[in-house]
């Protein structure tokens, strides 16, 4: 096999960006599109110039063509489909979080155990080369133990009130720097404490501020706010410290990078991530899709974005928002 046959399951914003993204791999083909919703189904088609097209993901799994699935349901319809996926012998693309509850997580997990082909989880960050790069030098030794990290992970206003309605921004983005945390440290978290604040009366709230202590000893402070003003000229801001006993590490993913002037204002979007490149996506998640289609072709099951690590990032930002709703520290 030397090109992966694909098919996308859920056609919203995300799924849509994930096509945008498998076109432009020369190892991949977009070769089925999945979703309840006929109209936008038949709009993804026409403009992918995909044949196959289902209403029901079990169809689009039966057919012996397909080799590999994306997931790209909402969070809380992620079980279901990884699963007979799995069992229908397809390479699994999943994006996170891996499931809703701690329980949804574990039967992914051990179906992934006994099925053919691999499953991986799409935590992105982990192919920021920034992150990566902390991730080579922390394994070198270059800045000793790791005692303390903090995180700060803030979108505007204008991305979040369809999200908010769907997950809230603890296990919505913190899980992203959780789980970096727990690749950096390769510790365990083992308690977690949050709070969170309401400012615009949505179904989850706008902020979550987030501590860790893994049992290592080391603590960690996660900032999520999704309500940067409306005016706020760049896409993301994103940073992380790394405090160790000889060293210190700091990542910065956010304005200035890219300035752009226009008639309107000054922008600063995305290009670490899933920027546009001559139609087709770049960055981290093409970085992601080309990982996993690598691993499926060869054989290989992945180490990265495997499916027991996305279940601990899950397990512990569920703990955190248990602890904002109750003010309690939440024990492991």
């Known amino acids: 096999m030397d090109k992966l046959r694909i098919g996308v399951i859920g056609l919203g914003w995300f799924g849509e960006i994930h096509c945008e993204t498998i076109i432009g791999l020369p190892n991949l083909e977009l070769a089925a599109l999945c979703t309840r919703t006929e109209d936008r189904l038949a709009a993804l088609g026409d403009r992918f110039g995909v044949a196959k097209r289902y209403q029901d ?14 997931i790209c349901t909402m969070w809380d319809q992620h079980t279901e489909p990884a699963i007979a996926a799995l069992k229908a012998g397809k390479h699994v693309f999943l994006e996170k979080p891996i499931a809703s509850t701690v329980e949804d997580a574990h039967k992914i997990v051990a179906a992934s155990k006994e099925a053919k082909g691999i499953l991986f989880i799409g935590h992105i960050v982990r192919f920021n080369p ?9 394994d070198a030794g270059r800045i000793g133990k790791i ?38 440290t390769g510790d365990k978290i083992v308690s977690a404490y949050a709070q969170t604040a309401d400012v615009r009366g949505l179904k989850h709230p706008d902020i ?84 996993f289609t690598n691993c499926a072709i060869s054989g290989q099951r992945p180490t990265i974005g495997v499916p027991e690590d996305a279940a601990a990032a899950l397990e512990a930002t569920l703990a955190a928002e248990q602890s904002a709703r109750t003010g309690d520290v939440v024990r492991f």
């Open 57 to 70: 993901y079990n169809d689009m799994l039966a057919d012996p063509d397909i080799d590999a699935v994306s």
């Open 130 to 138: 920034r992150y990566r790069a902390a991730k080579q030098a922390v």
């Open 147 to 184: 005692v303390a990290m903090s995180s700060r992970r803030n979108i505007p206003a204008a991305w979040t009130p369809t999200i908010l309605n769907k997950i809230g921004p603890i296990v919505g983005d913190a899980i992203h720097d959780t789980d970096i945390m727990l690749w950096l």
């Open 208 to 291: 979550g501020q987030t501590m860790y202590r893994f049992a290592g000893g080391a603590t960690a402070t996660l900032e999520t706010v999704w309500c940067m003003p409306e005016k706020t000229p760049f896409d993301i801001d994103e940073r992380m410290s790394i405090i160790g006993t000889e060293g210190i590490i700091h990542i910065q993913d956010t304005f200035p990078n890219l300035g752009i002037v226009d008639a309107d204002r000054l922008h600063s979007p995305d290009i670490t991530y899933w920027p546009m490149f001559e139609g087709s996506r770049g960055g981290a998640l093409r970085e992601e899709f080309a990982y």
